[in-house]
């Protein structure tokens, strides 16, 4: 049990440092006008490495199951400009559904 | 506060996979950690993925080191995400290392205002039920055992990666940083097979430095 409590307590302070080290390193300043570009495309970068992840990352292995069919729908849904409510529950749906066959 | 209440009710809609994955992270880890341990985890480690990820280390008989290294590797995408937030957050070092813990990446991706700038008051606004899913969800789940069913059968598992996808069409500008997107897709899928889990997200961060060629 003691390993239980050391792996949650070292996990706390690791994931409380990792979240503040930004904030707390630039302070109140804003970036340096060099890296705006940079900033305005980790969005972007990093929410479409979630996408894929997410869908096609299972452990180790890559793999298209039925939530890759979800979010090819989701994409169709997003292509018709639905509000992102609908296009998230389409995904579940769809995927839910081929799953049920 | 407007935009408070206008994340709040964005966060809404993301709390039902949140509901649905709380129960389960509380069944299946319940075994390994014990029920209390496992809600005050969720309280104080407040990281689905990463929480998932270290005790699946414990339970396949791996060390404290490992498990932590594991859970803190997942946890490394906040490091970029953190430096992007940081000019919308207030006030001192102690005050804004207490606003920072507020970000999950659902409330994060809600609060961008599409021109690279963040919303605090959307951020903070959109973790409340968040957080309060993700708590009420574990405790349902360690106690109470699964009372939902799979949560892959019921497709919850495809909805947040069609959340990120929405976010990045409908609110990010991709004349200009799809390369970017294209190429964070790229490296993070090249990594899933040979980097530990949570890197290949952190790595794909390295596809934003395109952005040091323009301004």
């Known amino acids: 049990m003691t390993a239980v409590w050391v792996t949650i307590g070292l996990l706390t302070v690791g994931t409380v440092a990792i979240k503040a080290a930004g904030p707390v390193a630039l302070g109140g300043r804003d970036l340096p006008p060099r890296l705006n570009g940079v900033v305005a495309r980790l969005a972007p970068a990093l929410l479409s490495a979630l996408v894929v992840v997410e869908t096609f990352g299972h452990g180790h292995e890559l793999a298209v199951d039925e939530s890759a069919i979800g979010l090819l729908a989701a994409a169709a849904a997003l292509a018709a400009r639905l509000p992102i409510v609908v296009v998230v529950l389409i995904a579940a749906v769809v995927t839910a559904l081929l799953r049920a066959l | 506060m407007p935009q408070m209440k206008e994340g709040f009710k964005a966060g809404l809609a993301f709390t039902i996979p949140t509901l649905a994955l709380g129960p389960s992270f509380g069944v299946l880890v319940e075994p390994v950690l014990g029920a209390t341990a496992a809600i005050l985890m969720s309280i104080f480690v407040f990281a689905g993925a990463a929480q998932f990820g270290s005790v699946t280390v414990l339970a396949a008989g791996g060390g404290v080191a490992s498990a932590v290294s594991a859970g803190?590797?997942?946890?490394?995408?906040?490091?970029?995400?953190?430096?992007?937030?940081?000019?919308?957050?207030?006030?001192?070092?102690?005050?804004?290392?207490?606003?920072?813990?507020?970000?999950?990446?659902?409330?994060?991706?809600?609060?961008?205002?599409?021109?690279?700038?963040?919303?605090?008051?959307?951020?903070?606004?959109?973790?409340?039920?968040?957080?309060?899913?993700?708590?009420?969800?574990?405790?349902?789940?360690?106690?109470?055992?699964?009372?939902?069913?799979?949560?892959?059968?019921?497709?919850?598992?495809?909805?947040?990666?069609?959340?990120?996808?929405?976010?990045?069409?409908?609110?990010?500008?991709?004349?200009?940083?799809?390369?970017?997107?294209?190429?964070?897709?790229?490296?993070?899928?090249?990594?899933?097979?040979?980097?530990?889990?949570?890197?290949?997200?952190?790595?794909?961060?390295?596809?934003?430095?395109?952005?040091?060629?323009?301004?």
Do not use: H, K
Not at chain 2, 74 to 82: K, V
Not at chain 2, 85 to 114: F, K, N, T
Not at chain 2, 190 to 198: E, M, R
């Open chain 2, 72 to 215: 803190l590797l997942i946890n490394g995408r906040f490091l970029p995400m953190g430096l992007a937030m940081a000019p919308a957050l207030r006030g001192g070092p102690l005050r804004r290392a207490a606003e920072a813990q507020a970000m999950v990446d659902a409330s994060w991706a809600i609060a961008q205002r599409g021109d690279g700038g963040f919303d605090r008051e959307m951020m903070l606004g959109a973790t409340i039920p968040q957080a309060a899913c993700w708590w009420a969800g574990t405790a349902i789940g360690a106690l109470g055992g699964s009372l939902i069913g799979d949560p892959r059968a019921l497709g919850l598992d495809a909805m947040f990666p069609a959340f990120y996808l929405a976010l990045l069409v409908y609110e990010m500008d991709l004349r200009v940083t799809g390369m970017s997107a294209l190429l964070g897709a790229a490296i993070a899928l090249c990594l899933v097979p040979i980097a530990p889990p949570g890197i290949p997200v952190v790595a794909a961060s390295a596809a934003a430095l395109l952005g040091l060629r323009q301004r």
